[in-house]
């Protein structure tokens, strides 16, 4: 692990109180993170036979980034707290490696779904033409590219060590000015995982604007209906912007002080500044669950299936215990002052059937809903608004 000693890894290059600020930060993204990314695979998991090719990029995404919560984040919080990092040498190459590798595959990931994402809006023909054989493939190229660069530092290209500000392990930004292939690495690494992520990602979002504004001035042209063009417009503004500015606020900061380290003078880098760098870095965990649970509509929607159907599940649970300690459900009155007359509780978020007289329906159900001279089974949502207010 290079030729840092042991008191530089054990012992916080900063304050104690800026060591405990940094320690609650780790546990509130820790939290969010486990809770999103959770989420977020939960919700594929729910819907994985109707997965589109491109959301193969959005689990992948969710997959990489909890491993770096599960991976970083408990040795991290600690050594915040204690203001020192608690773990022996081995740990701290296995943490340096799990950053760079989940890290580096995020980055990636992000790219290649950028290229996906151009080549079915800007390409519809090759586009149209993208498997789920594909999107696997390139799931695996996203993991190989990380991996090669995750494992440099192992075979003795460039080098792990500790944080410049102590309590963590990433790779020594320090070795380049003493070792040429350290240099080397770091240079490729600056290019290949930084430069043409940023590039590929910008250059694609801005052909895929540029595309749906055309379309949607042809539409315009020739007088169509609008809504769905501009509705695709405003969810790829959104998905294009939301993504792009993730990934600069989360790795551009650490980007520029490592580059400030490995080619000026390390000893001008302030401590504090790699510390800040980091956890702007460790953000990125947060923000792609939000992104996409928030601006996916067919994921969005997915979400509020399950949950309205473990409320559902819950709700006839209760509804049930309560049954059977009172025998049976409380009858109550509408507010029309007939008598209402069902086997769960009205307070469940599922539709019910009611039994309904023939007279207080001729006047307001649908015609062909009446089977019979007396009474019919209908559901709440068939019924008028009126007659709904009283049931819900």
């Keep these: 692990m290079g030729n840092a ?30 809770v999103g990314n959770g989420i977020l695979m939960f919700v594929a998991y729910r819907k994985k036979s109707s997965l589109k090719p491109a959301e193969f990029f959005v689990v992948n995404l969710a997959v990489s980034d909890l491993g770096m919560t599960i991976s970083l984040f408990p040795l991290a919080i600690p050594s915040a707290f204690t203001h020192m990092w608690l773990f022996n040498e081995t740990t701290c190459i296995v943490y340096a490696f799990c ?28 586009g149209n033409k993208f498997s789920n054989c594909h999107a696997c493939l390139l799931v695996a190229g996203t993991w190989c590219y990380s991996g090669i660069f995750a494992v440099g530092p192992l075979s003795g290209w460039g080098d792990y060590g ?28 600056f290019v290949f995982c930084y430069i043409v992520p940023c590039t590929v990602i910008f250059l694609s979002y801005t052909f895929i604007l540029l595309t749906v504004q055309g379309s949607q001035q042809a539409v315009q042209q020739h007088m169509s209906p609008q809504n769905k063009i501009t509705n695709a417009q405003a969810f790829i503004i959104k998905l294009s ?144 608004n009126e007659l709904q207010s009283d049931f819900l």
């Design 162 to 189: 500790a944080e410049p500000y102590g309590t963590a392990c990433c790779i020594n930004w320090h070795s380049p000015s003493q070792d040429s292939a350290a240099m080397s690495y770091i240079l490729c690494l």
């Design 99 to 126: 950053g760079v590798l989940f890290g580096l595959c995020s980055l990636t990931n992000l790219m290649v779904l950028s290229c996906v994402c151009w080549l079915k809006v800007c390409c519809p023909n090759y």
């Design 241 to 384: 912007v939301a993504v792009c500015i993730g990934f600069l606020t989360a790795w551009s900061p650490y980007a520029i002080v490592a580059m400030w380290a490995a080619f000026g003078n390390p000893t001008t880098v302030p401590p504090m500044a790699f510390a800040l760098a980091a956890i702007f870095a460790k953000s990125s965990t947060l923000y792609n669950p939000i992104i996409y649970l928030v601006f996916k509509p067919n994921f969005r929607k997915s979400l509020c299936q399950d949950v309205a159907k473990c409320r559902t599940t819950l709700c006839g649970c209760l509804c049930q215990d309560s049954s059977a300690q009172k025998g049976t459900c409380r009858q109550s009155r509408f507010s029309n002052g007939l008598p209402e007359n069902h086997g769960s509780c009205r307070d469940c978020p599922y539709p019910k059937t009611i039994i309904v007289p023939e007279k207080t329906l001729q006047n307001t159900a649908p015609s062909g809903l009446l089977k019979d001279q007396y009474i019919m089974r209908v559901a709440v949502s068939q019924l008028s």
């Design 5 to 34: 000693s042991e008191t530089f890894l054990l012992v916080s290059r900063i304050s104690k109180d800026l060591d405990f600020l940094m320690g609650t930060i780790y546990t509130i993204f820790g939290m969010l993170s486990l």
